[in-house]
């Protein structure tokens, strides 16, 4: 459990990284004027948002039973942890959202700019908040299209990020189940990718950095169980032959 652990904690110290340097720097989501570098971050936080997400979720399952090469039995209980660990991050992100009700950033804009009171759009039901948006924004130009129908779709409270937990969540059970497989390639690409979609919930107005950073620590919490209880149920994570040259070399130590 210990080294699982410090496995899973280093990959959280990376995803770490970036929203604590905005939340230090002082820096302050503003809208942009929707240039090519804020839209290619829209595709990134899509692959995260339904349904695309579905299809990343089953892609990143598919890819994980691959790579550990697990029997039948042992593959299907492995699809149960990675899918459990997914859906509680989710569950316990609605929870709290629900109890904390933090404005997004855009909606703090709405009532900074069009004076739209951040309780009252609240009080709203989500299709009317939906449309409030659309009404409120549809001749402001520094706010396109694309992402007023984002926002739109996106009218609950913000923290913590449940965007983050998802990509974090996969990028950490990829730390915590491929290191010891030693799918380098994978792992990094894992955090390069939740990094992007951390980054891209800053960048849309949706986001926090505090969202952030505490949507990573839950995730963390929750991979590190997750990935022992794979670890136990489902056979060790090492291939047998490095399985075999450890223990060996640990029975060689005075």
Same mark, same amino acid.
């Given at each position: 459990?210990?080294?699982?652990? %410090? +496995?899973?904690?280093? @990959?959280?110290? *990376?995803?770490?990284?970036?929203?604590?340097?905005?939340?230090?720097? !002082? &820096?302050?989501?503003?809208?942009?004027?929707?240039?090519?570098?804020?839209?290619?971050?829209?595709?990134?936080?899509?692959?995260?948002?339904?349904?695309?997400?579905?299809?990343?979720?089953?892609?990143?399952?598919?890819?994980?039973?691959?790579?550990?090469?697990?029997?039948?039995?042992?593959?299907?209980?492995?699809?149960?942890?990675?899918?459990?660990?997914?859906?509680?991050?989710?569950?316990?992100?609605?929870?709290?959202?629900?109890?904390?009700?933090?404005?997004?950033?855009?909606?703090?804009?709405?009532?900074?700019?069009?004076?739209?009171?951040?309780?009252?759009?609240?009080?709203? %039901? +989500?299709?009317?908040? @939906?449309?409030? *948006?659309?009404?409120?924004?549809?001749?402001?130009?520094?706010?396109? !299209? &694309?992402?007023?129908?984002?926002?739109?779709?996106?009218?609950?409270?913000?923290?913590?990020?449940?965007?983050?937990?998802?990509?974090?969540?996969?990028?950490?059970?990829?730390?915590?189940?491929?290191?010891?497989?030693?799918?380098?390639?994978?792992?990094?690409?894992?955090?390069?990718?939740?990094?992007?979609?951390?980054?891209?919930?800053?960048?849309?107005?949706?986001?926090?950095?505090?969202?952030?950073?505490?949507?990573?620590?839950?995730?963390?919490?929750?991979?590190?169980?997750?990935?022992?209880?794979?670890?136990?149920?489902?056979?060790?994570?090492?291939?047998?032959?490095?399985?075999?040259?450890?223990?060996?070399?640990?029975?060689?130590?005075?």
């Amino acid at each position: 459990m210990r080294a699982i652990a %410090k +496995r899973t904690a280093a @990959g959280a110290g *990376v995803l770490l990284i970036m929203p604590l340097t905005v939340w230090f720097s !002082g &820096w302050q989501w503003a809208p942009d004027g929707g240039n090519a570098w804020l839209k290619a971050m829209y595709w990134v936080t899509e692959t995260v948002t339904q349904p695309w997400g579905i299809i990343t979720h089953v892609l990143l399952c598919g890819w994980f039973l691959w790579c550990l090469r697990f029997r039948l039995k042992a593959a299907l209980m492995l699809f149960a942890i990675l899918g459990s660990a997914i859906l509680i991050g989710q569950g316990v992100k609605s929870v709290i959202k629900d109890k904390v009700q933090e404005p997004r950033p855009f909606v703090v804009w709405l009532e900074k700019t069009q004076h739209v009171p951040t309780d009252e759009f609240y009080n709203l %039901k +989500r299709k009317q908040r @939906g449309e409030l *948006v659309k009404n409120q924004l549809s001749t402001h130009s520094e706010v396109p !299209g &694309w992402l007023r129908q984002h926002w739109q779709k996106e009218t609950g409270f913000a923290f913590p990020s449940g965007h983050t937990m998802f990509a974090a969540s996969w990028a950490l059970l990829g730390v915590g189940l491929l290191w010891p497989r030693r799918r380098t390639f994978t792992i990094v690409l894992l955090l390069v990718w939740a990094t992007g979609v951390m980054g891209s919930r800053l960048l849309l107005g949706m986001h926090w950095p505090r969202d952030l950073a505490v949507a990573t620590l839950i995730s963390w919490l929750l991979v590190t169980l997750a990935t022992w209880l794979a670890q136990k149920w489902c056979g060790p994570l090492t291939p047998p032959a490095e399985e075999d040259q450890e223990i060996a070399e640990r029975d060689e130590e005075p």
